[in-house]
């Protein structure tokens, strides 16, 4: 006989789906969203619980499979019953709304949307008449179904001496971080204004920068690649990791690959600069990190071997802006970095659960899910033939901004020296405008600090000159140290 806990849960579940259609979410109520607020504190627990359910199952679905002759008994009658139903789109909906997330269905369709720098003006009027498609709700999703999608998968070779074949459970923040780098190669290679063809032949270039990201250790920016890149940082097949840590692996993994590429050119290697704006090598320096614009031109001359003045470059801003929660006073800044037209999200999400935030509206945070179990798939760099479906996804998924993790990391993407003084122009804005607080700050060189008086003999007497501090230039106002805390 099944357990009192699995009768319960099947009930649950089926319960759950019976008045939901297979791809629509209802619209959550206002008490629905209240007590959803109050079960915030519990999102990292369940979070853990739902994802290791669907895992235990996802693991014991292969050998179901190839059973010739399911024994007869009762209790393998209710395990199958409750697998395939934990391993349908029902646990996937009750965990949405015990977690807080919602599909696209709760969207006002009044309040204008950001989208990695894109604005949607949306209009409950909007109908062939409108008088700018590009600005309409289905222009926005085109656009949100064009990004490209990367999930957990299942089925891949082994990650190095390992035996594992799937990162379920803990592959999520190297999966948003791969969107995210994979946004950069799109703007890179085909700009903003790209969106995913609606019939095959597909481009080339877009079909190879879905190749870099396979599940292979032939593929530059694979699973198996980053980390094998970052075991300095600390990871391992596994594991989870936080921003900084990703952040620091792509860095080495850029290098790594660039190198490689200088002796071999069939290599793949990052075609921009990499640039982890940090406090210090070890991220443990206090105080809002520092864009420096001459660090910026140094490594683009480096990247280009003084070839080029400029190079495209990839700034990638590591944060902590809490403790538990994201500190408040944050939460307008990183709203208006969707704003910015080198945007290209965030890495962030709830504690223990990483996912790719593109976008915002009122005060929703917009997100693609990596905690999806989908099959690997090997796409040749040369088939324009290829099944991408796997790598898009329609569903416009939200949370409150005010759950989001505060340990996060912003993306930016500048092609040429322009669109970089731009984003320096608008960053500086923004830090003026934190009243004190900023994300980060721009200035134009690091000024060296003065050497500290030393009196000799005198060391209870010490004395440290007032002017020995160092004189960050063009900075956006005062930073508030204990606003940060050690990345």
């Keep these: 006989m099944p357990s009192r806990a699995a009768v319960i849960l099947l009930g649950l579940l089926l319960a759950g789906d019976s008045d939901d259609s297979a791809d629509r979410e209802p619209v959550a109520t206002n008490s629905e969203q209240k007590a959803i607020e109050n079960k915030s504190l519990k999102a990292s627990f369940l979070t853990s619980f739902f994802t290791s359910t669907l895992s235990i199952f996802e693991r014991r679905s292969d050998s179901f499979s190839v059973e010739k002759k399911p024994t007869k008994s009762r209790s393998y009658g209710w395990t199958t019953a409750v697998r395939k139903v934990v391993t349908s789109g029902s646990m996937r909906r009750l965990q949405d709304r015990i977690l807080g997330t919602s599909r696209f269905d709760n969207l006002s369709m009044t309040s204008q949307i950001w989208f990695l720098g894109q604005c949607y003006k949306l209009s409950l009027e909007e109908s062939s008449q409108c008088s700018d498609p590009g600005n309409s ?20 070779e082994p990650i190095g001496e390992s035996k594992f074949t799937c990162d379920v459970n803990w592959g999520c923040m190297i999966r948003s971080s791969q969107m995210l780098v994979a946004q950069a190669l799109i703007l890179h290679h085909l700009g903003r204004s790209w969106r995913k063809p609606l019939q095959k032949p597909y481009d080339l270039q877009y079909v190879e920068v879905l190749h870099l990201f396979g599940d ?71 105080g809002a990190p520092v864009v420096c ?29 809490g403790l538990e929660k994201i500190n408040p006073r944050y939460i307008p800044l990183l709203w208006e970095t969707f704003t910015f037209p080198q945007s290209v999200g965030i890495l962030g999400g709830k504690p223990g659960a990483s996912t790719y935030i593109v976008g915002v509206q009122d005060d929703k945070a917009l997100y693609l899910d990596p905690h999806e179990v989908q099959p690997a798939v090997d796409i040749r760099r040369d088939d324009s033939e290829a099944d991408c479906t796997s790598y898009h996804c329609s569903t416009v998924r939200h949370l409150p901004f005010d759950m989001i993790d505060p340990s996060l990391a912003i993306g930016f993407y500048c092609r040429d020296e322009g669109d970089f003084e731009d984003f320096c122009s608008r960053a500086s804005q923004l830090a003026d405008s934190s009243n004190g607080a900023p994300l980060f700050t721009v200035v134009r060189n690091l000024q060296p600090a003065k050497p500290i008086p030393c009196h000799v003999g005198t060391d209870h007497n010490r004395a440290i000159d007032d002017t020995s501090v160092e004189d960050f230039s063009d900075i956006g106002g005062q930073v508030h140290e204990d606003e940060w805390q050690i990345l």
């Design 137 to 156: 709700y289905a222009a926005f999703l085109e656009d949100f179904s064009s990004r490209i999608w990367i999930t957990y998968r299942k089925g891949f």
């Design 293 to 321: 614009i001459e660090v910026a031109a140094k490594l683009g001359s480096d990247f280009s071997k003084g070839q080029l003045e400029w190079a495209p470059i990839l700034l990638l801003v590591p944060l902590v802006l």
């Design 216 to 286: 292979s250790s032939t593929c530059a920016f694979s699973i198996h690649n980053l980390l094998q890149a970052g075991r300095g940082y600390g990871l391992a097949a596994g594991s989870w990791l936080g921003p900084y840590a990703i952040c620091r692996t792509w860095e080495t993994l850029a290098r790594a690959n660039k190198e490689q590429a200088e002796h071999d050119k069939c290599k793949e290697s990052l075609p921009m600069v990499l640039y982890i704006v940090s406090g210090d090598e070890d991220g443990e320096q206090g």
